[in-house]
Each structure stands twice: as structure tokens, then as C-alpha cells.
């Protein structure tokens, strides 16, 4: 779009600054959002549950090593930079819970679901938290 043959370069320049604006709607979200190796390292340390899709969890990124966690490191910034996260991202798996063992197993009113989600979203936003603590806080008691 910006390489078009026949433009105005001022009207260019207001698109650019609007479309930057546009995509970092955050007060924190700048060029400079960075997320280091030992933040992602750090957040993996916190993971303890097994969640996704049983092709990736969360154990891959606890023992994924050095090259992994460069590689989420450099990922997560450039989320924050660019407003966007992988579609895989959102995805999530549902497990039914019994909530009562005592009751039939067979109705599914007596079940409750669980959502376990992509296992690199429990780490984007523990780091996100790390970083910009100033601004984020959350609550001890959501996580069980």
C-alpha cells in the first residue's frame, strides 16, 4: 500500500502515523517493548500444569532449553509491537469434569468443562506481568 506509484507523501506520512497509532492501542505497547531471555525463562519456571492439546504442553517449554526460549523471546515482543498473536495462540482444549463422582456419569448436566489453553499463553502473560508490573497487577487468588 505504501509503495503505490502515484501517491501524496504528506497524506503517506498521516496514513503511516495513523496505522502505527492503530496498532499499539496500549500505554505500554511501544517500538521498544521487549521481553528478555531470562524473562521467558523466567515465566517457564512458573508453568507447573499440563495444558494444550497434548501435541505441545507446557512441559516442552520448561525443558525446551536456551534455543526455544530464544525464540518466544523474540515472539512475544514482536506481539506486543505489532497488536497481533498467532491464531494457534486462542486455541484451547475443553475437558469434562465430573462434578460429582456420586451421581450418574452418563448425564452431561453433572459435568463441568475445563478449558486448558495454548501452553504459551500462561508465559506471555506471566512476562508481560514481570515487565510492566507499574501498570499490570493481578490477583493471587485466580490462580488455583
Known amino acids: 500500500m505504501y509503495n503505490q506509484d502515484s501517491f501524496d507523501s504528506d497524506e503517506t506520512a498521516e496514513l503511516i502515523v495513523d496505522v502505527d497509532h492503530r496498532a499499539c492501542k496500549c500505554p505500554i505497547c511501544t517500538h521498544d517493548a521487549v521481553i528478555s531471555l531470562d ?5 517457564a519456571r512458573r508453568l507447573n500444569k499440563l495444558n494444550g492439546s497434548g501435541l505441545f504442553s507446557t512441559d516442552h517449554i520448561l525443558r525446551g532449553g536456551h534455543a526455544l526460549h530464544q525464540a518466544i523471546a523474540e515472539l ?3 506481539m506486543i509491537r ?6 494457534l495462540m486462542f486455541d484451547s482444549v475443553v475437558i469434562p469434569i465430573p462434578k460429582n463422582t456420586r451421581k450418574s456419569l452418563n448425564d452431561s448436566k453433572d459435568y463441568r468443562g475445563i478449558a486448558l489453553n495454548n501452553p504459551l499463553s500462561k ?6 506481568l514481570m515487565c510492566h508490573s507499574d501498570v499490570f497487577n493481578t490477583s493471587d487468588m485466580q490462580f488455583g
Open 123 to 128: 508465559p506471555f502473560e506471566v512476562s508481560l
Open 39 to 43: 524473562d521467558v525463562a523466567r515465566a
Open 76 to 78: 512475544f515482543p514482536t
Open 82 to 87: 505489532t497488536g497481533t498473536t498467532p491464531t
